[in-house]
């Protein structure tokens, strides 16, 4: 069974998101959604708000599983018996970000990763971004699924 994972913080879940995810899935035989836990951040959802959402969006597709996670991106991916790292690129300075990432995630740990651009309707799209609206009470509806 191929397996990949998408991981982020996804506080919130963009519409960037569903696009990479549902780009990936022809991929994989089955693709984990890990919702990271990082004690140092601050979220405005909880990890079980994250997960609920995405899980709800995804109810339907049998090939995807969310789970929430902390550490190590390639430990995660171990623990769920994943080869691959699903990353989504909006800009040069991601791009460049994501392959020092995959370089070390290889050498560490033998994880491949597999890079989708957004489409360029959606590359504008950010997680911060929403959550900037939100905090200056615009409407974050047409970034959300």
């Given at each position: 069974?191929?397996?990949?994972?998408?991981?982020?913080?996804?506080?919130?879940?963009?519409?960037?998101?569903?696009?990479?995810?549902?780009?990936?899935?022809?991929?994989?035989?089955?693709?984990?959604?890990?919702?990271?836990?990082?004690?140092?951040?601050?979220?405005?959802?909880?990890?079980?708000?994250?997960?609920?959402t995405i899980s709800r969006l995804f109810a339907d597709e049998p090939a995807v599983?969310?789970?929430?996670?902390?550490?190590?991106?390639?430990?995660?991916?171990?623990?769920?018996?994943?080869?691959?790292?699903?990353?989504?690129?909006?800009?040069?300075?991601?791009?460049?970000?994501?392959?020092?990432?995959?370089?070390?995630?290889?050498?560490?740990?033998?994880?491949?990763?597999?890079?989708?651009?957004?489409?360029?309707?959606?590359?504008?799209?950010?997680?911060?971004?929403v959550r900037e609206l939100t905090h200056f009470g615009k409407d974050p509806a047409?970034?959300?699924?």
């Amino acid at each position: 069974m191929k397996t990949g994972i998408f991981v982020g913080s996804f506080d919130p879940f963009t519409i960037g998101h569903l696009s990479i995810v549902r780009r990936a899935l022809p991929l994989f035989d089955k693709l984990v959604i890990g919702v990271g836990v990082n004690e140092r951040k601050t979220y405005l959802h909880t990890t079980e708000e994250r997960i609920a959402t995405i899980s709800r969006l995804f109810a339907d597709e049998p090939a995807v599983e969310v789970r929430s996670y902390s550490g190590l991106t390639v430990d995660f991916a171990h623990s769920v018996e994943a080869g691959f790292i699903v990353k989504g690129v909006r800009s040069m300075k991601d791009f460049e970000y994501e392959r020092e990432q995959a370089d070390i995630n290889r050498e560490i740990g033998g994880v491949e990763t597999v890079l989708l651009f957004a489409e360029p309707q959606l590359a504008h799209i950010s997680s911060s971004m929403v959550r900037e609206l939100t905090h200056f009470g615009k409407d974050p509806a047409p970034y959300l699924p």
